[in-house]
Structure formats: structure tokens, C-alpha cells
């Protein structure tokens, strides 16, 4: 017998409870910010990720390009 143990947290993360707290706030008038904001924690993460992807890819690219450059001389 193995004494393992299952420590899988499936709990609600902080942009859905930001989320969720935007947007009932936007519905009840207590904010007046744009939708964008309001809906930021739920597609933000997503932005950044894209943009640290993008980037990565641009200095991957430099990179390469230099070195290129640097062995055709």
C-alpha cells in the first residue's frame, strides 16, 4: 500500500472573484468604469501571457538575425 495523498486545490482564483465583483458593481451602478475594465481580471491574464509570448519571440528573433549577421561576415 502507497500513502499518497491528493492535494489538488480547485478553488475559485482572484480574477474570477475580482471578475464577478466588477461586474455586479457595474450592474448595480456602484462603478461607472467601461465594460473593458469591468471584464480586465477575466482576459488580462490571457493579454500578458500573449504579450510576454510576443516578446520572447522578438528577442528570439534579434538573437538569431545577430548571430546570422555575425557569421556572414
Keep these: ?17 475580482l471578475g464577478t465583483t466588477f461586474i455586479v ?3 448595480t451602478k456602484v462603478i461607472d468604469w467601461n ?3 469591468v471584464t480586465a481580471p477575466f482576459w ?7 504579450f510576454i509570448l510576443l516578446m520572447y ?3 528570439l528573433m534579434t ?3 545577430f548571430l546570422y549577421l555575425k557569421r556572414k561576415r
Design 63 to 65: 538573437g538569431l538575425l
Design 1 to 17: 500500500m502507497s500513502n499518497t495523498t491528493n492535494n489538488n486545490n480547485y478553488g475559485i482564483g482572484l480574477p474570477a472573484i
Design 57 to 59: 519571440g522578438v528577442i
Design 44 to 50: 488580462g491574464a490571457a493579454a500578458l501571457g500573449l
Design 35 to 37: 465594460w473593458w475594465w
Design 25 to 27: 458593481l457595474k450592474l
